[in-house]
């Protein structure tokens, strides 16, 4: 057993390196103008404590922000609700036949899959680019990580309470799409949404900000959806549970930056927003499609 769990940490290495290289690479582009947070004499227990309030900060500003919601937030929120209830429709056989799949894909994806979304690999990689940045007083690098942080603590508790409240039953129960039991504390009854999607993709949209290439920022949000998919091969999410986790995520990140845009001199929003997404229905074919 521990033989195996060392090899599923060695599979997966190659795609935390992946981001990893990412970030160097933001770090290296940012390091002939990367300036201190305020001045030279901010010491890193400085910098810490202020970081930590803007992760508590952040996680707060994005459970208040649907109560200053206008017009086109609520139009939003409408657009997706319809488009998740239309995708309620295709959960079943969109299920039926994610399971089937999963004995044709390679291992090593799988296991990425399923270890990269989980909390523990999550806050060791979020940690990880936090800490980077803070002992080498690169502030992008910082906020990149304060982004991570607060993105994925606003998503997993969100996602852990409405995992108890709705009480869907997962596909591998043997139950139906349309089986409910609110507080049933059965982990089989705990799909929605899903979990490993929210924390791996707030990760993915929230590096994915700092790319203009929009070839890159498709290469980082693919790599952030295959926990969710994997889940599915797994029989352990519907395609809801996931589709609704990825909006929870973009969402999430997309407040929560807004919010640290007052607190840090280096900004991701400067620029007119350059991504939409759009639920795709056609003859044989339903998703979303993300538009750069």
């Known amino acids: 057993m521990q033989n195996h769990k060392i090899t599923q940490k060695v599979k997966i290495l190659p795609i935390v390196i992946f981001f990893l290289i990412g970030l160097r690479h933001l770090q290296g582009q940012q390091s002939l103008e990367a300036q201190p947070f305020s001045d030279s004499t901010e010491t890193t227990w400085q910098s810490f404590k ?16 649907p109560l200053h919601w206008q017009g086109k937030q609520w ?12 995708l309620y429709i295709f959960d079943e056989e969109t299920s039926n ?10 291992e090593f994806i799988r296991d990425y899959g399923s270890e ?8 060791m990689f979020t940690g990880g680019v936090y800490l980077t940045g803070l002992v080498t ?3 992008k ?43 049933n504390p059965s982990r089989n ?12 993709f707030t990760n993915a949209y929230a590096i994915a900000k700092q790319f203009k290439n929009p070839w890159t920022k498709a290469g980082i949000y693919t790599v952030g959806l295959i926990p969710g998919v ?10 809801t549970d996931v589709a609704l986790g990825v909006a929870i995520s973009i969402f999430t990140v997309e407040s929560i930056d807004r919010y640290l845009d007052g607190r840090y001199d280096e900004k991701y929003n400067d620029q007119s927003k350059k991504v939409s997404w759009n639920l795709d229905l056609g003859p044989g074919k339903i998703g979303i499609v993300g538009r750069f």
Not at 166 to 171: D, E, I, M, S, Y
């Open 189 to 200: 009854f705990h799909s929605f949404p899903s979990g490993h999607t929210m924390l791996a």
């Open 230 to 239: 994997s889940r599915m091969w797994d029989g352990q999410h519907w395609l």
């Open 50 to 65: 202020y970081d930590l309030g803007s992760v508590f900060g952040g996680v707060g500003y994005s459970y208040t922000r």
């Open 97 to 106: 036949f994610s399971i089937r799949q999963k004995e044709g894909i390679p």
């Open 75 to 86: 139009a939003t929120l409408g657009a997706i609700t319809a488009g998740t209830g239309i």
């Open 116 to 123: 990269f979304g989980s909390p523990q690999y999550n806050y």
């Open 137 to 139: 007083k690169n502030e």
């Open 141 to 183: 690098l910082r906020r990149t990580g304060v982004l991570l942080i607060a993105s994925a603590t606003s998503a997993g508790l969100l996602q852990q309470l409405t995992k108890s409240l709705v009480g869907r039953a997962r596909p591998i129960s043997g139950k139906t799409k349309d089986t409910f039991d609110p507080f």
